[in-house]
T-cell receptor, first 112, second 110 residues
Framework: SQTIHQWPATLVQPVGSPLSLECTVEGTSNPNLYWYRQAAGRGLQLLFYSVGIGQISSEVPQNLSASRPQDRQFILSSKKLLLSDSGFYLC???????????FGPGTRLLVL | DAKTTQPTSMDCAEGRAANLPCNHSTISGNEYVYWYRQIHSQGPQYIIHGLKNNETNEMASLIITEDRKSSTLILPHATLRDTAVYYCIGHSSGANNLFFGTGTRLTVIP
């Protein structure tokens, strides 16, 4: 069966520091991968999605970037964190863009 | 994707059926109705989805009205672990984004 992992589970970072969040998927090949952010008490906002290695689409302009160095690895990064980057970051995967998305456990980021 | 409307909160007695309604009057013909739930501080969990016909799986049943303007998620025997925020989402094929609104906060009461 397929599983999706995210780490770290929680992270506290100072403003201006770099960021690297990792997501990996097991048990499937060539998944579609997604990064979402959920602000406190609000819905999910799609940040990036990827249909293959090295292929990244950005949904909103922001301080973050994403990379997909391997088939089942998706990384969310920032060179300098802002206070507004705080939130709950969720990685998801699907077999194809129009099929069910399955979410990871999330990373809670607090920027101070 | 269609805008969906759900009640803000609901309570359900443990062991009873929980019926969660969703209105999606602007849903288009190629949009599926998806249900996810999110337990506090966890990632959303997929529950079920459907297009026209009613669907049932090991977690829940989904009843979609004939005009597809509304649906109901049914948890047949609610347990305390079903306490969560439940999201109803209209999602079209080819669309990457899942639009999660505010959902319904279901509280299962002992």
């Amino acid at each position: 069966s397929q599983t999706i992992h995210q780490w770290p589970a929680t992270l506290v970072q100072p403003v201006g520091s770099p960021l690297s969040l990792e997501c990996t998927v097991e048990g499937t090949s060539n998944p579609n991968l997604y990064w979402y952010r959920q602000a406190a008490g609000r819905g999910l906002q799609l940040l990036f999605y990827s249909v293959g290695i090295g292929q990244i689409s950005s949904e909103v302009p922001q301080n973050l970037s994403a990379s997909r160095p391997q088939d089942r690895q998706f990384i969310l990064s920032s060179k300098k964190l802002l206070l507004s980057d705080s939130g709950f970051y969720l990685c998801a995967w699907s077999v194809s863009p129009w099929e069910t998305q399955y979410f990871g456990p999330g990373t809670r980021l607090l920027v101070l | 994707d269609a805008k969906t409307t759900q009640p803000t909160s609901m309570d359900c007695a443990e062991g009873r059926a929980a019926n969660l309604p969703c209105n999606h009057s602007t849903i288009s013909g190629n949009e599926y109705v998806y249900w996810y739930r999110q337990i506090h501080s966890q990632g959303p969990q997929y529950i079920i989805h459907g297009l026209k016909n009613n669907e049932t799986n090991e977690m829940a049943s989904l009843i979609i009205t004939e005009d597809r303007k509304s649906s109901t998620l049914i948890l047949p025997h609610a347990t305390l672990r079903d306490t969560a925020v439940y999201y109803c989402i209209g999602h079209s094929s080819g669309a990457n984004n899942l639009f999660f609104g505010t959902g319904t906060r279901l509280t299962v009461i002992p």
